[in-house]
């Protein structure tokens, strides 16, 4: 399939960032979940989760949604990818965050921002790392990881997406349950 030639070119560019290599594969791994429960398009699915934070990969901005759409644009069709097929990755990067002004309208955009959610409750080791680097205290890093744990869970708007995200959250929850002393 061609998405594997262009998850091999996202992957080789990222290969210098453990953060974004956990985070684009574990999205991968949902959205293929969810792809395959709601029956959406695999390919798609995949290509979305794969440039959904582009920006940030290539030019080291967060959710600038316009700069990702350029970059995906130039990515997909040096892969080959048709007008139609680079419309739709472009609405899932425009449409994906909790920041985004415009939410998920299509089902790929609601599988793909659902997922990058789902991804979060799985990276507390790595959200405490990059708060560490930044001499951030591990109170004022816990409040930080809490709340944006708390922005990902709204996020889930799919049942499906929910039920996965709710044995996620017993799971960090337990993880948070001896720090609450420090709050
Ligand atoms: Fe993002
Ligand atoms: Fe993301």
Redo the contacts with the bound molecule.
């Keep these: 399939m061609r998405v594997r030639e262009l998850e091999k070119d996202i992957f080789n560019r990222i290969k210098q960032n453990a953060l974004f290599q956990f985070h684009v594969q574990r999205t991968i791994y949902y959205v293929i979940r969810l792809a395959r429960h709601y029956h959406v398009d695999e390919e798609e699915s995949i290509a979305g989760a794969l440039l959904?934070?582009i920006d940030?990969i290539v030019v080291n901005t967060?959710?600038d949604f316009l700069m990702g759409q350029k970059i995906a644009k130039k990515i997909l069709l040096s892969h080959g990818y048709s007008d139609k097929f680079i419309q739709k990755i472009q609405g899932v990067i425009l449409t994906?965050?909790s920041g985004s002004v415009v939410k998920p309208r299509t089902k790929l955009e609601q599988i793909v921002a659902n997922a990058?959610a789902l991804s979060h409750f799985e990276m507390l080791p790595l959200y405490f790392h990059v708060r560490g680097v930044k001499q951030l205290s591990f109170r004022d890093a816990l409040k930080e990881v809490k709340i944006k744990l708390d922005r990902s869970e709204k996020k889930l708007t799919l049942y499906e997406a929910r039920r996965i995200g709710r044995s996620l959250r017993r799971m960090t929850g337990k993880q948070f349950e001896h720090y609450d002393i420090f709050i």
């Design positions: 959904h934070d940030g967060k959710n994906h965050s990058d």
